[in-house]
Nanobody
Framework: QVQLTESGGGSVQAGGSLRLSCTISGFGYTRKCMGWFRQAPGKEREGIAVIWPAGAKTFYDDSVKGRFTISRDNDKNTVSLQMNSLKPEDTAMYYC????????????????????WGQGTQVTVSS
């Protein structure tokens, strides 16, 4: 199992940008799909972006497509989420997650497919 630590959250005005980072330790992460999820108060945790193990393929939820970019550096054990054109509705706790199995991502981004989670980092976007 891998251990995940997120950083980079904060408060920003609408239209601004933030970059979230996830530092990873543990065995096997480079062979796993990695994802970013978010959870707003009173709502379910939802998958917003996933990246395949080699980093060549990504998938995004429609709510963030064209504004957010997920990337990974397997040599530096990091996964990042660049968030541009932020909106108040992006306000949430953001979590980094690792798939429970080796191999490709599931574009459905089901929470149950991931078994390693960070503690989360808060993103607040004001209008």
């Amino acid at each position: 199992q891998v251990q995940l630590t997120e950083s980079g959250g904060g408060s920003v005005q609408a239209g601004g940008s933030l970059r979230l980072s996830c530092t990873i330790s543990g065995f096997g992460y480079t062979r796993k799909c990695m994802g970013w999820f978010r959870q707003a108060p009173g709502k379910e945790r939802e998958g917003i972006a996933v990246i395949w193990p080699a980093g060549a393929k990504t998938f995004y939820d429609d709510s963030v497509k064209g504004r957010f970019t997920i990337s990974r550096d397997n040599d530096k054990n990091t996964v990042s989420l660049q968030m541009n054109s932020l909106k108040p509705e992006d306000t949430a706790m953001y979590y980094c997650a690792a798939d429970r199995y080796y191999g490709s991502c599931n574009a459905n981004m089901e929470r149950g497919d991931f078994d390693s989670w960070g503690q989360g980092t808060q993103v607040t976007v004001s209008s």
